[in-house]
């Protein structure tokens, strides 16, 4: 992405409020910080102009602002993110009631299969990443190779945020949505091509949502990522929303032309056991 491509609205649903209520500075600011990512590590006053709407004197003024406030740093010409931006994070995983409740079931199966799991949630038009299965501390197969999947495997760290259409987890989620809301978002996201196997038509892509919403799982492999394969059902409440979902994390064999089904049919008996059980308590 060049680094004057501007950071696009790309929610699902609108989220209206009166306009006495709204607080543009505070909006500002917070889209300034959203500017910052692995594309874009560092970013001088002119650059975040761009990537935001906001006049180089207005952009400068948000980032001396950020700074004095401890969330960036900067050299005199380039500024970058701080850990301080982490806490927000933070006080997410230590507040939000899903990543506590998945996080005991993640490492359980991570432990009985050596797999690397991940919950994933709707952010906008991407997914993220809230919880993720921890090395198993009992026998040094399964662990070499959770460690071994985490490293193939780029972005599986908390927080990191996925485009929906490439990835197993987004398509599960995209699929729950209503056909008025896929179509929206179709409309203002584009299909990014990743891998040559990344879905870049719409029709394809609906295709895809079509089928997911008729077998509830998905196995998609070297979308998102060369060489990394993924296998994703949806969690649902005891009422059948669909509120994150559950994906396994594999590597793929390239040379196939189309995804090894029996390499998903083995994973999807713990994927499907652990949703069934997180329904009751969700």
């Known amino acids: 992405?060049?680094?004057?491509?501007?950071?696009?609205?790309?929610?699902?649903?609108?989220?209206?409020?009166?306009?006495?209520?709204?607080?543009?500075?505070?909006?500002?600011g917070l889209q300034l910080l959203q500017a910052f990512d692995h594309a874009h590590q560092r970013l001088n006053?002119?650059?975040?102009?761009?990537?935001?709407?906001l006049t180089r004197a207005a952009a400068r003024r948000y980032l001396l602002t950020l700074q004095s406030l401890g969330y960036l740093e900067a050299d005199g010409r380039q500024f970058w993110l701080t850990p301080k931006v982490m806490q927000f994070s933070g006080n997410y995983l230590a507040s939000a009631q899903l990543p506590r409740v998945v996080q005991p079931y993640l490492?359980?199966?991570?432990?009985?299969?050596?797999?690397?799991?991940?919950?994933?949630?709707?952010?906008?038009?991407?997914?993220?990443?809230?919880?993720?299965?921890?090395?198993?501390?009992?026998?040094?197969?399964?662990?070499?190779?959770?460690?071994?999947?985490?490293?193939?495997?780029?972005?599986?760290?908390?927080?990191?945020?996925?485009?929906?259409?490439?990835?197993?987890?987004?398509?599960?989620?995209?699929?729950?949505?209503s056909v008025d809301v896929i179509d929206a978002w179709l409309a203002t996201n584009p299909l990014t091509r990743l891998t040559p196997r990344t879905i870049t038509s719409a029709d394809a892509l609906r295709a895809r949502l079509a089928m997911v919403r008729s077998q509830h799982w998905i196995h998609a492999a070297d979308e998102h990522e060369w060489g990394v394969q993924a296998i994703a059902v949806p969690l649902q409440r005891a009422d059948g929303q669909v509120v994150a979902a559950l994906n396994v994390v594999l590597p793929s064999d390239i040379s196939r032309a189309a995804p090894d089904q029996s390499v998903a049919q083995r994973w999807l008996l713990w994927l499907h056991e652990t949703a069934a059980q997180l329904r009751t308590i969700l």
């Open 1 to 28: 992405m060049a680094d004057n491509a501007p950071i696009t609205n790309t929610g699902l649903t609108p989220n209206s409020i009166a306009p006495q209520d709204y607080i543009a500075g505070l909006a500002k």
């Open 45 to 53: 006053a002119t650059q975040a102009a761009s990537r935001t709407g």
């Open 107 to 177: 490492d359980k199966l991570a432990a009985h299969t050596g797999g690397a799991f991940s919950v994933v949630v709707a952010d906008g038009g991407e997914v993220v990443i809230v919880a993720r299965s921890r090395s198993p501390l009992i026998g040094a197969e399964p662990v070499a190779q959770v460690r071994q999947t985490m490293t193939m495997a780029q972005g599986l760290h908390l927080g990191a945020r996925l485009p929906m259409h490439a990835t197993s987890t987004g398509q599960i989620l995209l699929a729950q949505f």
